[in-house]
Protein backbone atom coordinates (compact mmCIF):
# COMPACT_ATOMS: atom_id res chain seq x y z
CA UNK A 1 0.00 0.00 0.00
CA UNK A 2 1.26 3.22 -0.92
CA UNK A 3 0.51 6.60 0.63
CA UNK A 4 0.77 9.74 -0.77
CA UNK A 5 0.75 13.22 1.62
CA UNK A 6 1.17 16.49 0.36
CA UNK A 7 0.91 20.24 1.65
CA UNK A 8 2.27 23.60 2.07
CA UNK A 9 4.72 24.36 4.28
CA UNK A 10 4.02 23.44 8.08
CA UNK A 11 0.71 22.09 7.58
CA UNK A 12 1.30 19.23 9.73
CA UNK A 13 1.77 16.50 6.91
CA UNK A 14 5.26 14.89 8.40
CA UNK A 15 3.63 14.43 11.53
CA UNK A 16 0.27 12.71 9.95
CA UNK A 17 3.08 11.06 7.66
CA UNK A 18 4.63 9.33 10.25
CA UNK A 19 1.66 8.54 12.00
CA UNK A 20 0.22 6.96 8.92
CA UNK A 21 3.34 4.70 8.75
CA UNK A 22 3.30 3.62 12.49
CA UNK A 23 -0.24 2.97 12.09
CA UNK A 24 0.03 0.72 9.26
CA UNK A 25 3.74 -0.80 10.22
CA UNK A 26 5.22 1.30 6.88
CA UNK A 27 8.35 2.77 5.97
CA UNK A 28 8.13 6.61 5.96
CA UNK A 29 10.26 9.06 3.64
CA UNK A 30 9.88 13.10 4.39
CA UNK A 31 10.86 14.24 0.56
CA UNK A 32 11.34 17.56 2.26
CA UNK A 33 14.64 16.36 3.75
CA UNK A 34 15.91 15.50 0.40
CA UNK A 35 15.50 18.91 -0.95
CA UNK A 36 16.51 20.42 2.37
CA UNK A 37 19.90 18.28 2.03
CA UNK A 38 20.26 20.02 -2.12
CA UNK A 39 20.10 23.38 -0.66
CA UNK A 40 21.95 23.21 2.47
CA UNK A 41 24.81 20.89 0.08
CA UNK A 42 24.89 24.00 -2.74
CA UNK A 43 24.93 27.18 0.37
CA UNK A 44 27.81 25.08 1.65
CA UNK A 45 29.82 25.32 -1.66
CA UNK A 46 29.17 28.50 -1.76
CA UNK A 47 27.02 28.38 -4.95
CA UNK A 48 23.82 29.64 -6.14
CA UNK A 49 20.63 28.12 -5.36
CA UNK A 50 18.48 29.73 -8.27
CA UNK A 51 21.15 28.72 -10.70
CA UNK A 52 20.07 25.69 -12.13
CA UNK A 53 23.71 23.83 -12.51
CA UNK A 54 24.42 24.70 -8.89
CA UNK A 55 21.68 23.21 -7.65
CA UNK A 56 21.68 20.66 -9.90
CA UNK A 57 25.28 19.69 -8.37
CA UNK A 58 24.39 20.15 -5.12
CA UNK A 59 21.79 16.86 -5.81
CA UNK A 60 24.84 15.04 -4.48
CA UNK A 61 25.65 14.76 -1.02
CA UNK A 62 26.38 12.06 1.54
CA UNK A 63 23.36 10.16 3.52
CA UNK A 64 24.30 11.18 6.50
CA UNK A 65 23.61 14.50 5.70
CA UNK A 66 19.52 13.57 6.01
CA UNK A 67 20.60 13.10 9.71
CA UNK A 68 21.98 16.62 10.35
CA UNK A 69 20.08 18.76 11.98
CA UNK A 70 20.55 22.06 9.63
CA UNK A 71 18.40 20.63 7.53
CA UNK A 72 15.50 21.53 10.05
CA UNK A 73 17.16 25.11 10.23
CA UNK A 74 15.01 28.61 9.45
CA UNK A 75 17.53 29.01 6.68
CA UNK A 76 16.91 25.03 5.10
CA UNK A 77 13.46 26.21 4.31
CA UNK A 78 13.71 28.61 1.34
CA UNK A 79 17.44 27.10 0.00
CA UNK A 80 15.27 23.91 -0.40
CA UNK A 81 12.23 25.50 -2.43
CA UNK A 82 14.70 27.87 -4.55
CA UNK A 83 16.99 24.78 -5.59
CA UNK A 84 13.39 22.50 -5.87
CA UNK A 85 11.82 25.01 -8.48
CA UNK A 86 14.57 23.28 -10.60
CA UNK A 87 13.79 20.94 -13.23
CA UNK A 88 16.59 18.98 -13.44
CA UNK A 89 17.04 18.93 -9.90
CA UNK A 90 13.39 17.24 -9.94
CA UNK A 91 14.16 14.67 -12.19
CA UNK A 92 17.39 13.87 -10.01
CA UNK A 93 15.65 12.97 -7.23
CA UNK A 94 12.60 11.39 -9.05
CA UNK A 95 13.76 7.97 -8.96
CA UNK A 96 15.05 7.64 -5.36
CA UNK A 97 11.61 8.73 -4.69
CA UNK A 98 9.62 6.31 -6.69
CA UNK A 99 11.97 2.90 -5.73
CA UNK A 100 11.35 3.58 -2.13
CA UNK A 101 7.46 4.30 -2.88
CA UNK A 102 7.60 0.97 -5.17
CA UNK A 103 9.54 -1.13 -1.82
CA UNK A 104 7.54 -4.78 -0.96
CA UNK A 105 5.03 -3.80 1.12
CA UNK A 106 4.40 -0.46 0.08
CA UNK A 107 5.38 2.91 1.95
CA UNK A 108 4.03 6.31 2.89
CA UNK A 109 5.92 9.61 1.65
CA UNK A 110 5.18 13.12 2.49
CA UNK A 111 5.96 16.08 0.20
CA UNK A 112 4.49 18.47 -2.70
CA UNK A 113 4.25 16.54 -5.59
CA UNK A 114 4.15 12.98 -4.27
CA UNK A 115 0.23 12.27 -5.46
CA UNK A 116 0.27 14.36 -8.56
CA UNK A 117 4.09 13.46 -9.97
CA UNK A 118 5.76 10.61 -8.11
CA UNK A 119 3.08 8.53 -7.11
CA UNK A 120 -0.20 9.03 -9.24
CA UNK A 121 -1.43 5.50 -8.63
CA UNK A 122 -0.91 5.72 -4.75
CA UNK A 123 -4.03 3.69 -2.59
CA UNK A 124 -4.31 7.01 -1.01
CA UNK A 125 -3.73 10.50 -1.02
CA UNK A 126 -4.11 13.52 1.71
CA UNK A 127 -3.44 16.78 0.96
CA UNK A 128 -2.82 18.00 4.62
CA UNK A 129 -3.31 22.02 5.05
CA UNK A 130 -4.35 24.69 7.90
CA UNK A 131 -4.65 28.29 8.04
CA UNK A 132 -1.13 30.18 7.75
CA UNK A 133 -1.49 31.71 11.38
CA UNK A 134 -1.97 28.57 12.76
CA UNK A 135 1.39 26.81 10.95
CA UNK A 136 3.37 29.77 12.01
CA UNK A 137 2.20 29.11 15.49
CA UNK A 138 3.23 25.41 15.37
CA UNK A 139 6.66 26.20 13.17
CA UNK A 140 7.09 29.09 15.65
CA UNK A 141 6.81 26.38 18.39
CA UNK A 142 9.71 24.24 16.86
CA UNK A 143 11.83 27.11 15.82
CA UNK A 144 11.31 29.24 19.08
CA UNK A 145 14.42 31.86 17.98
CA UNK A 146 12.41 33.49 15.44
CA UNK A 147 9.32 35.84 15.53
CA UNK A 148 5.94 34.61 14.38
CA UNK A 149 5.68 37.51 12.02
CA UNK A 150 9.05 36.41 10.14
CA UNK A 151 8.06 32.76 10.16
CA UNK A 152 4.43 33.31 9.08
CA UNK A 153 6.37 35.82 5.99
CA UNK A 154 8.63 32.51 4.93
CA UNK A 155 5.28 30.31 4.82
CA UNK A 156 3.67 32.65 2.48
CA UNK A 157 6.55 32.95 0.35
CA UNK A 158 7.53 29.37 -0.09
CA UNK A 159 4.00 28.84 -0.99
CA UNK A 160 4.42 31.18 -3.18
CA UNK A 161 6.98 29.91 -4.81
CA UNK A 162 5.64 25.98 -4.42
CA UNK A 163 2.64 26.56 -6.03
CA UNK A 164 3.32 29.03 -8.81
CA UNK A 165 6.69 27.00 -10.26
CA UNK A 166 6.09 25.04 -13.29
CA UNK A 167 7.64 22.09 -12.68
CA UNK A 168 5.31 19.65 -10.29
CA UNK A 169 3.91 22.67 -8.41
CA UNK A 170 2.20 22.33 -5.05
CA UNK A 171 -1.35 21.70 -5.76
CA UNK A 172 -4.09 18.87 -4.30
CA UNK A 173 -4.26 15.99 -6.85
CA UNK A 174 -7.36 15.63 -8.28
CA UNK A 175 -8.61 12.12 -6.12
CA UNK A 176 -6.64 13.39 -2.72
CA UNK A 177 -9.10 13.86 0.52
CA UNK A 178 -8.48 17.39 1.56
CA UNK A 179 -7.40 17.36 5.64
CA UNK A 180 -7.71 21.00 7.23
CA UNK A 181 -5.79 20.34 10.34
CA UNK A 182 -6.59 24.43 11.83
CA UNK A 183 -9.02 23.43 14.33
CA UNK A 184 -8.00 20.20 14.95
CA UNK A 185 -5.08 18.48 17.89
CA UNK A 186 -2.85 16.48 16.22
CA UNK A 187 -4.52 13.34 17.84
CA UNK A 188 -7.38 14.29 16.13
CA UNK A 189 -5.78 15.14 12.74
CA UNK A 190 -4.50 11.67 12.70
CA UNK A 191 -7.38 9.89 13.95
CA UNK A 192 -9.53 11.89 11.04
CA UNK A 193 -6.80 10.93 8.48
CA UNK A 194 -6.73 7.15 9.33
CA UNK A 195 -10.30 7.53 8.32
CA UNK A 196 -9.79 8.90 5.32
CA UNK A 197 -6.99 6.10 4.09
CA UNK A 198 -9.47 3.25 5.48
CA UNK A 199 -12.51 4.79 3.37
CA UNK A 200 -10.00 5.02 0.59
CA UNK A 201 -9.15 0.86 1.02
CA UNK A 202 -12.38 0.34 1.40
CA UNK A 203 -13.89 1.52 -1.74
CA UNK A 204 -11.02 0.27 -3.79
O1 LIG B 1 8.54 20.95 6.62
P1 LIG B 1 8.09 22.00 5.64
O2 LIG B 1 6.69 21.80 5.21
O3 LIG B 1 8.39 23.40 6.07
O4 LIG B 1 9.02 21.84 4.34
P2 LIG B 1 9.57 20.53 3.64
O5 LIG B 1 8.47 19.54 3.42
O6 LIG B 1 10.79 20.05 4.36
O7 LIG B 1 10.01 21.09 2.18
C1 LIG B 1 10.97 22.12 2.03
C2 LIG B 1 10.84 22.64 0.61
O8 LIG B 1 11.25 21.60 -0.29
C3 LIG B 1 9.45 23.02 0.17
O9 LIG B 1 9.15 24.38 0.43
C4 LIG B 1 9.47 22.74 -1.33
O10 LIG B 1 9.96 23.83 -2.07
C5 LIG B 1 10.47 21.61 -1.48
N1 LIG B 1 9.83 20.31 -1.70
C6 LIG B 1 9.41 20.00 -2.97
O11 LIG B 1 9.51 20.81 -3.88
N2 LIG B 1 8.87 18.78 -3.25
C7 LIG B 1 8.72 17.86 -2.28
N3 LIG B 1 8.22 16.66 -2.58
C8 LIG B 1 9.11 18.17 -0.96
C9 LIG B 1 9.66 19.42 -0.69
Redesign the pocket.
Given at each position: MIIAVDGP???G??TIARALAAHYGLPHL????L??AVGITVARAGDNPDDPADALAGCVFADSLLDDPALRSEEA?PL??RV?RHPQVRAALLERQRAFARQPGGAVLD????GTVIVPDADAKLFVTASLAERARRRHAELPGTTIESIAADIAA?DA??AGRAA?PLKQADDADLLDTSDLSIGAAVQRAIALVNARLESR
Open positions: AASKGDTGLYRGASSGRDIRRDA
